[in-house]
């Protein structure tokens, strides 16, 4: 029987591991940067999936770890930095959807890691809930967590994870802290955007339902709303500007109020898409339509966004990428490296079909 042909990377395969397999069968770190021809640190940011290190590096340092099966000990890395391999996500947003999406983020970038996501989900107005974060710090011993708002604005917390040697990344709307512990989202830009909107198709009843006020996001986007009409000369009567809760119901209440104003606005700005669904359905209820008899502008672009009919025209704040760029920071300061470099994300708008100029202004 004839023998099947060894190809040029099978024979490098074979080469390679039997030059470092050693009597027990067992490939190290050492070797693995011994034959890729960087260090042990490289290595260790490969691994970790770090941005900093080169395409042909990286390309070469994994070439090296498969032809070799080298797999890391959790255990043995656990023991070595004196904490487990994972990313907390710390959470008291009210909107799932925003959740879910900033988990995707993170989860995109610890794909091919050691690192895996835990989830504290809590609530700011609990009186123990910095112990309840303490604990779940103590427990875990993570790598580091992520704070989203508005839990992200609470610096005694802040404070308290320091204080317990746990790295963070907080993601807001203002900067907080060093480069390396926030992410700035820029809220009062986005809201800007969608006031210059209303104003430019003609609207001049304008209303806007904010989150809650001890969310330092509700205030900035309340802020970056009044200067976009202001730039149009126009204001908001106090009567219409009420307090939502960022969820569904709170969007349903506050625009039911609205509706009874007369006259009542033309449109509505609302400070997530969660609430401005809420919006739709108390319109609808009412009789009236979307954008015919009153328009409609939601802040998040989450996917339901594009789902409800028509279309919903919003402020788009990249939540995905978000918690992907947090997850990164934390993992390069696994990696010991020090970023110093300003990370943010500046909202945009995204038309879409629940604005149109007012029947009259």
Not at 76 to 87: N, P
Not at 124 to 130: L, P
Not at 232 to 243: D, H, R
Request: glycine fraction near 6%.
């Amino acid at each position: 029987m004839a023998r099947s042909p060894v190809t040029n990377k099978n024979k490098k395969s074979v080469g390679l591991a039997s030059k470092v397999t050693p009597p027990n069968g067992k490939v190290t770190i050492n070797d693995v940067a011994r034959l890729s021809g960087v260090s042990k640190k490289t290595v260790s940011r490969v691994i970790n999936n770090s941005p900093l290190v080169g395409v042909e590096t990286r390309e070469r340092v994994q070439s090296v770890i498969k032809d070799t099966g080298y797999s890391p000990d959790p255990q043995a890395r656990a023991l070595a930095f004196r904490k487990s391999f994972l990313i907390g996500m710390i959470y008291d947003n009210p909107s799932p959807q925003y959740v879910v999406n900033m988990q995707r983020g993170i989860l995109d970038t610890l794909q091919e890691t050691s690192f895996q996501l835990v989830l504290h989900p809590c609530d700011r107005g609990d009186s123990d809930v910095h112990d309840r974060v303490e604990r779940f710090v103590k427990q875990q011993k993570p790598h580091g967590v992520i704070l989203s708002p508005s839990i992200s604005e609470d610096d005694a917390l802040c404070a308290q994870l320091r204080s317990l040697d746990c790295a963070y990344v907080r993601i807001a709307s203002v900067e907080f802290d060093a480069p390396h512990q926030n992410i700035r989202t820029h809220d009062a830009k986005g809201a800007a955007q969608a006031a210059r909107h209303l104003a430019e198709i003609g609207h001049r009843r304008i209303a806007h339902i904010h989150g809650l006020k001890s969310f330092r996001s509700a205030n900035e986007r309340l802020a970056g709303f009044r200067e976009g009409l202001k730039e149009y000369g126009l204001s908001m009567p106090k009567k219409f500007i009420m307090e939502g809760a960022y969820d569904f119901k709170s969007g349903v209440a506050c625009t039911e109020k609205l509706l009874k104003a007369n006259p009542r606005p033309t449109a509505i700005f609302l400070g997530n898409d969660e609430m401005a669904v809420g919006a739709y359905q108390a319109i609808r209820m009412a009789g009236l339509r979307v954008p015919d008899d009153i328009s409609v502008v939601g802040f998040d672009d989450t996917p339901m966004a594009s789902r409800v009919w028509p279309p919903m025209t919003t402020v788009r704040l990249p939540i995905r990428e978000m918690g992907s760029a947090a997850a990164k920071l934390l993992l390069d300061r696994a990696s010991v490296e020090q970023v110093e470099e300003r990370i943010s994300f500046v909202p945009d708008l995204v038309v879409r079909h629940s604005t149109s100029p007012p029947e009259s202004p």
